[in-house]
């Protein structure tokens, strides 16, 4: 080869290499002076708050009485205190909300919410969760309403009506909802806590820890390819298990039997996602799923996803790391079950 032509290629790509490092060095430079950091997930003592088995079927619970607290890098929302962390404090059954009996007042209206994570409330505080707005709101048509919060972060469909069937049933309620999410399901489809080591990875090993901007591309890229890949799996999940998926409806249909028997009334409500909440929402398979199965078997249905549409769906979030809706997501629910409840005079 020509040494002119060798020699205009190692030039050309030496310029290359220069313009890159000096492009990396700028960015490093303005990732430094502004403080841009990738957050890290939140983190907390909540575990210490679990106790294992209290019920046949029920994983753990929280303690009653308990306290703990999650911390979150960064409070762009100045939503949380000042040291960036939420506090939780269980009441006397290890719920969210204030302590309460379980026998209920002549001409109280009782309603009993089981859910997960996204109904404990998992990035908000206890007044911003959609149970105690619902409860305000429809106190404006009745002031006995009770809403009791029955959702524990980690809850699947086996644990909520597997708690209602030896316990919550006891506090005589007049109206019972299950608050589903999609992951009430993957809970029968994938080991969690390998998802979670696998999302704290995206975190740790970074290239060059030192460096603020090379972190930020190889953490802002390793995520983005975990969530793709976990939102395809889920997506499909119909395809590759449909047993499980059934076997997490089931306890739908276990929770509506339960309550025929004790003539108390019975709904199931879906909470989306909170991802793109348009027509390109991903998982509309699903949700079609779920609903055609609860009017199959006469279950009240009411999927939120409609009053979702439209919104940016990272709005709605508890924080970037945080993907459980805000206080402004938890007053969409809020609302959307409010009119559901009037409408099925419930009340009445």
Request: proline share 4%; charged share 25%; aromatic share 16%.
């Amino acid at each position: 080869m020509n040494y002119n032509i060798i020699k205009k290629i190692l030039s050309r790509l030496f310029l290359i290499l220069f313009s890159l490092v000096l492009v990396i060095f700028v960015a490093e430079t303005i990732f430094r002076i502004f403080e841009i950091k990738y957050p890290n997930p939140k983190t907390g003592t909540w575990r210490e708050a679990v106790q294992e088995e209290s019920f046949p079927g029920v994983r753990y619970q929280f303690d009653p009485n308990s306290e703990f607290h999650v911390s979150y890098d960064g409070n762009p929302d100045g939503y949380f205190d000042e040291n960036n962390r939420l506090h939780y404090k269980l009441n006397n059954y290890g719920f969210r909300g204030d302590d309460y009996r379980m026998e209920k007042q002549p001409g109280t209206y009782r309603i009993i919410v089981l859910g997960d994570s996204f109904t404990f409330g998992d990035g908000v505080k206890d007044e911003d969760t959609f149970c105690l707005q619902l409860q305000k709101e429809l106190r404006k048509l009745n002031p006995k309403v009770e809403v009791l919060n029955f959702g524990t972060s980690g809850w699947n469909t086996v644990d909520q009506i597997s708690y209602f069937d030896q316990m919550g049933y006891r506090f005589n309620p007049d109206l019972v909802v299950v608050a589903y999410v999609l992951n009430d399901g993957s809970h029968e489809l994938w080991p969690v806590d390998a998802w979670d080591d696998e999302y704290e990875k995206a975190f740790q090993e970074r290239i060059l820890p030192g460096s603020y901007f090379l972190s930020y591309l190889h953490t802002t890229w390793t995520r983005y390819q975990f969530s793709r890949r976990y939102i395809q799996e889920v997506a499909q999940s119909l395809d590759t298990h449909k047993r499980e998926w059934r076997r997490s409806l089931r306890y739908l249909l276990r929770g509506k039997n339960i309550t025929t028997k004790l003539g108390i009334d019975y709904s199931v409500i879906l909470i989306p996602y909170l991802y793109r909440l348009n027509d390109n929402y991903p998982f509309e398979s699903l949700h079609q799923f779920i609903g055609e199965y609860c009017r199959e078997n006469n279950i009240s249905f009411l999927d939120l996803f409609e009053s979702f549409r439209g919104y940016n769906y990272t709005d709605l979030w508890a924080h970037p790391t945080d993907q459980h809706p805000n206080a402004k997501g938890h007053r969409i629910i809020a609302e959307a079950l409010t009119r559901s409840i009037r409408e099925k005079v419930y009340l009445d």
